[in-house]
Each structure stands twice: as structure tokens, then as C-alpha cells.
């Protein structure tokens, strides 16, 4: 089976840096997807790794270390309308994403 | 972007009854096509994935004969919740992906409820 482990839930401060951390282990690996989603809607598109290092996108970065299976994404200068749920999720094989259970950023002023 | 809906946005329905749901890829051909169900505070579980022209794939533990796939287009893949019970009430997303993309793109989701 997949194992894909995030926190379950951060909180952080208006403008602050937030990082969460996320560790598979999975049969098969072909990139690693980070989606927003806020309540009730559809997962929105981040950012994608599969090779290792940093990849940057304004505000946020993702990164990625396949020898020790972890990614994490980082979100700088937060905005209150980051306040949602962030999917990790690994693509294991026939384009199959398999999701981690998310993890709740609360953004407070 | 690519951009998939799906239809309808919301639906009840009563125990016993069918319903169906519809995943269109607006802009693009989408050669394979995903169904997800989401259940509060939870994430994503994948249910199937179906390819234009050829019976879905199920994932373990999701009935085949009560979730009916058909993906009978490049832009059109149907989920159909047979004789519902209220355990069925979720969210249903469709993700669909291009011929020669990684990336799925997800429709809006459906919430279910039944009755």
C-alpha cells in the first residue's frame, strides 16, 4: 500500500513563513503533486517535483529529496486567504495520485 | 489552463435512488479520467479510473456494480451511484488528464446527499 504522512493541522501568523513537511513511502514514484484546497471546492494545482531539489513560485516553493522519500512546501508571507488544506500527493504509477490526508493551515492576524 | 466541469454542482437524492454524474473536459481531450470521493475532514480517495473506449479500472474495496463509469468520449466520463444510501452522501471530483500531460486537472467537485 501507499503511506503518505503530513501534520494534520499549523498555525501560523499573517506574513509569516509556514512549512509543511511530508514523508512517503510508496510502490512506485512519478512525481510529487502540493494542491490547495479550500472547504467544499476542488483541489487547486501548486506545484509538481520530480526531481529533487527546490522549485519556486512566487510566494510558494516546494521541494523534494526522492532518496529519503520527503517534500515539503513552503508558504511565505502569509495571507489569510491562505488559510485552507494542503495535499501532498505522489504519483505512483499509471498516473494514479495517491493522496496524504492533508494538512489545515489557520492563518490568524 | 485546462478546464474540466462537472454537473451537477450539488444533488439530493433519496435512498433507493440512482444518480448521475457528469465530468466534461472543456478545452482538451482527456485520454484518462479519475474519480474521487472525498469525506469531511478527509482527503481524497481514489475510486477508478476509466479510459475513452475501455471498461474503468477500481480501486480495491469500491463496488464496480454500484458505481457505474463510462467514459464514452475524450471529453465525457459519467459516474453513476446506484441505489444510494445515505453512506454514499460525499464529494465526488473527476480529474481528467491530456494525452501527453503529468498533471490531472480537477473538475469542481459534486456534493452528494442522500436521504
Known amino acids: 500500500g501507499q503511506n503518505i504522512d503530513q501534520p494534520t493541522e499549523m498555525t501560523a501568523t499573517e506574513g509569516a513563513i509556514v512549512q509543511i513537511n511530508c514523508t512517503y513511502q510508496?510502490?512506485?514514484?512519478?512525481?510529487l503533486f502540493w494542491y490547495q484546497q479550500h472547504a467544499g471546492e476542488a483541489p487547486t494545482f501548486l506545484s509538481y517535483n520530480v526531481l529533487d531539489g527546490l522549485e519556486e513560485k512566487g510566494r510558494f516553493s516546494s521541494f523534494l529529496s526522492r532518496s529519503k522519500g520527503y517534500s515539503y512546501l513552503l508558504l511565505k508571507e502569509l495571507q489569510m486567504k491562505d488559510s485552507a488544506s494542503y495535499l501532498c500527493a505522489v504519483v505512483t504509477g499509471d498516473y494514479k495520485l495517491s493522496f496524504g490526508a492533508g494538512t489545515t493551515v489557520t492563518v490568524r492576524a | 489552463g485546462a478546464v474540466v466541469s462537472q454537473h451537477p454542482s450539488r444533488v439530493i437524492c433519496k435512498s433507493g435512488t440512482s444518480v448521475k454524474i457528469e465530468c466534461r473536459s472543456l478545452?482538451?481531450?482527456?485520454?484518462?479520467m479519475f474519480w474521487y470521493r472525498q469525506f469531511p475532514k478527509q482527503s481524497l480517495m481514489l475510486m477508478a479510473t476509466s479510459n475513452e473506449g475501455s471498461k474503468a479500472t477500481y480501486e480495491q474495496g469500491v463496488e464496480k456494480d454500484k458505481f457505474l463509469i463510462n467514459h464514452a468520449s475524450l471529453t465525457l466520463s459519467t459516474l453513476t451511484v446506484t441505489s444510494a444510501h445515505p453512506e454514499d452522501s460525499s464529494f465526488y471530483i473527476c480529474?481528467?488528464?491530456?494525452?501527453?500531460?503529468?498533471?490531472?486537472?480537477f473538475g469542481p467537485g459534486t456534493r452528494l446527499t442522500v436521504t
Open positions: 510508496t510502490s512506485g514514484f512519478n512525481g
Open positions: 478545452d482538451f481531450q482527456a485520454t484518462t
Open positions: 480529474s481528467a488528464r491530456g494525452h501527453h500531460d503529468h498533471e490531472q486537472y
